[in-house]
């Protein structure tokens, strides 16, 4: 018995060290890169540094090398960078588990929410979720460069909503629109430590990470305090354009 059983065990230790060997001669496999040679767009999950997962969001690639990242949950642009477009190993090596992740150097906008609410005032507490909000994705639709315009409708309102990289590739310009007046909201453009106005159109958010830019001196923003920090807010009844600088 004694002889069996050290036999049995020898085998057991033979068998694991070569299994160990080849595990440690097998070949990495190469990272899976997705290349924005012209205006692509990936559907895939997306790992927040703050706010956990995304998991139905579209990101959008530019051969200018400027990117972005859409939430067709909260309507929500989540991440912008600049740089290689994505690295979609995750997604495609062995078992996989649908995400991928920016390649560039990126700007989160923290935990991802609703860019647009119906609120009582301007000092109400931003909308946590959907609940009750009425809010459905619709989907979106691409124009002739392939860049695409998300739609979505929130209580009772229909809302498009298309980004595309400004002229000089400094950042993205993004214009959100109603069919008819959207009585009572609000466009939320900013969540962050710090809010600073440089001026009426201009402002600067958490030590210049990225700037807000209204593209009409007629809007009326509004900083205002939160939980975490500050907020800015913007009136909106049926268009407005800005850009996002980074």
């Known amino acids: ?75 929500a642009i989540v991440v912008v960078w600049r740089g290689d477009f994505l690295n979609a190993s995750s997604m495609w090596i062995e078992r996989g588990d649908g995400s991928s992740r920016v390649r560039g150097k990126a700007t ?9 609410a119906k609120l009582s005032s301007d000092q109400s507490t931003w909308i946590a979720d959907t609940a009750g909000t009425g809010y459905k994705p ?14 979505y409708q ?38 962050a430590k710090q809010i600073i106005k440089l001026s009426d159109v201009l402002y600067t958010v958490d030590d210049k990470a990225y700037q807000i830019r209204f593209d009409d001196a007629q809007v009326k923003p509004i900083i205002r305090m939160s939980a975490d920090g500050q907020e800015l807010l913007v009136p909106f009844q049926s268009k407005l354009s800005y850009s996002i600088i980074f």
């Open 138 to 151: 619709k989907g979106y639709k691409l124009d002739d460069a392939g860049l695409p315009t998300f739609m």
């Open 1 to 75: 018995m004694k002889r069996v059983f050290f036999t049995i065990c020898s085998t057991l230790i033979f068998i694991t060290s070569t299994a160990v060997s080849h595990a440690q001669t097998r070949k990495r496999p190469d990272p899976v890169y997705i290349d924005a040679t012209e205006n692509i767009l990936v559907r895939s999950f997306i790992d927040l540094p703050v706010g956990g997962r995304v998991t139905h969001s579209v990101n959008v690639g530019s051969p200018t090398t400027v990117h972005y990242t859409y939430d067709m949950d909260k309507g």
């Open 154 to 191: 929130l209580n009772g309102v229909q809302i498009s909503d298309a980004s595309k990289v400004m002229a000089n590739g400094e950042g993205i310009q993004r214009q959100i629109s109603s069919k008819g007046t959207a009585t009572g909201m609000y466009a939320r453009l900013a969540a």
């Open 108 to 116: 989160y906008f923290g935990k991802p929410a609703l860019t647009l």
